[in-house]
């Protein structure tokens, strides 16, 4: 007897932990892919679909916990590409600041601030420290953005 969508893609899952771990394929950047119909989908979208529903067109499902092997239908949420992309946790992996936002000027021999809402580059300003350019940078996100979940916990 063929087993179930569910029951193949559940037997994939080590749920023994908070994140819920996706242990068959993934891809190089470290998201879980399923067959599904001849065709590779992502783990994620699929757990989502399985216990909430169909994905609306356009929409893409968020991990909320940063762990793209995630498959813990509580850690993921519908979203639209741009509060996608404003849920990010931390710098790009070549910021010298380590700080989301928050680049060098060597012009100015400041720290610069920035941040990206709706494609457009914001500039913010330069700062001596980079205490206070990232306190500029969180309080512009926590304005424009509604998906930044890490700007708001205390």
């Known amino acids: 007897m063929a087993r179930t969508i569910e029951e193949r893609f559940w037997s994939k899952v080590d749920n023994s932990g908070e994140c819920w771990t996706w242990t068959a394929a993934r891809n190089a950047d470290g998201y879980g892919r399923?067959?599904?119909?001849?065709?590779?989908?992502?783990?994620?979208?699929?757990a989502y679909a399985l216990?909430?529903?169909?994905?609306?067109?356009?929409?893409?499902?968020?991990?909320?916990?940063?762990?793209?092997?995630?498959?813990?239908?509580?850690?993921?949420?519908?979203?639209?590409?741009?509060?996608?992309?404003e849920h990010r946790q931390g710098a790009q992996s070549n910021s010298k600041s380590g700080i989301r936002g928050v680049t060098w000027h060597k012009g100015a021999g400041k720290w610069q601030a920035n941040i990206k809402h709706d494609?457009?580059?914001i500039y913010?300003?330069?700062?001596?420290?980079?205490?206070?350019?990232?306190?500029?940078?969180?309080?512009?996100?926590?304005?424009?953005?509604?998906?930044?979940d890490l700007d708001r916990v205390a």
């Open 119 to 121: 494609g457009k580059a």
């Open 51 to 85: 216990t909430n529903g169909p994905i609306a067109d356009g929409m893409d499902v968020d991990h909320t916990c940063f762990n793209k092997s995630c498959v813990n239908p509580s850690h993921l949420r519908e979203a639209t590409r741009k509060q996608n992309t």
């Open 34 to 46: 399923f067959c599904l119909d001849y065709k590779m989908e992502y783990a994620h979208r699929i």
């Open 124 to 148: 913010l300003g330069t700062y001596a420290t980079t205490a206070e350019a990232e306190a500029v940078v969180k309080a512009k996100r926590l304005e424009l953005f509604t998906h930044s």
